[in-house]
């Protein structure tokens, strides 16, 4: 059985299809999307030259998706990052967008881990809901592996108020170097 824990290799051929190397068979872009979702790392390279190719079939699952009227990024944001590539923030974005979504997988773990001790867990259909919320958020940050393990780390809330402090400070400091070098271009 293959590692689960390696990318998934898979080949683009010259014909522009890609070959699943575990499976030994061809996969098509949405394959790819669900091996993503299911928390698997995925490396496309392309056979004959051995480029890596997975940066660009990310942003073309991500355009399709777009296209399709699933829209995640707002038109400012998507306006923002291609000015990023035309500015000297360009060096900064993609730390911040790092970072954004470590902020965002960390709070989300914090609110799942509320949710089972709030009065609405006995509400019907919360589970649906719970459910719901953490296939989202599975899908949005990378497949994270077990929200239970992670929240079982977490600090007490008097931690929490420190992190979340530590967390605006950094966001803080983010957006003014942001601001001067929007001010410099």
Same mark, same amino acid.
């Given at each position: 059985m293959a590692d689960k824990t390696a990318?998934?290799?898979i080949k683009r051929y010259a014909s522009r299809r890609l070959y699943n190397t575990e499976t030994s068979d061809y996969v098509t872009l949405d394959d790819v999307a669900t091996f993503i979702r299911a928390g698997r790392e995925v490396q496309i390279v392309d056979l004959k030259s051995g480029d890596d190719l997975? /940066? &660009? *079939?990310?942003?073309?699952?991500?355009?399709?998706?777009?296209? /399709?009227?699933?829209? =995640?990024?707002? %038109? #400012? =944001?998507?306006?923002?990052? =291609? /000015? $990023? *590539? %035309?500015?000297? +923030?360009? !060096? =900064?974005?993609p730390q911040f967008l790092a970072m954004s979504f470590d902020m965002l997988r #960390?709070?989300? $773990?914090?609110?799942m881990e509320n949710l089972g001790t709030t009065p609405m867990s006995n509400m019907p259909g919360f589970d649906a809901m719970k459910a719901q919320?953490?296939?989202?958020?599975?899908?949005? %940050?990378?497949g994270l592996a077990n929200w239970g393990a992670?929240?079982? !780390?977490?600090?007490?809330?008097?931690?929490? +108020?420190? #992190?979340?402090?530590?967390?605006?400070?950094?966001? +803080?400091?983010? &957006?003014?170097?942001? $601001?001067?070098?929007?001010? %410099?271009?």
């Open positions: 990318p998934l290799l997975t /940066r &660009q *079939y990310l942003l073309q699952i991500i355009a399709e998706h777009e296209s /399709r009227g699933e829209n =995640v990024l707002p %038109t #400012d =944001v998507l306006t923002d990052l =291609v /000015r $990023s *590539y %035309t500015s000297q +923030a360009q !060096s =900064v974005v #960390d709070g989300q $773990s914090k609110v919320q953490e296939a989202f958020m599975k899908a949005m %940050t990378g992670q929240a079982a !780390s977490e600090p007490d809330s008097d931690s929490e +108020a420190s #992190d979340l402090d530590e967390i605006k400070a950094q966001l +803080a400091a983010m &957006q003014d170097k942001l $601001s001067k070098m929007g001010k %410099t271009s």
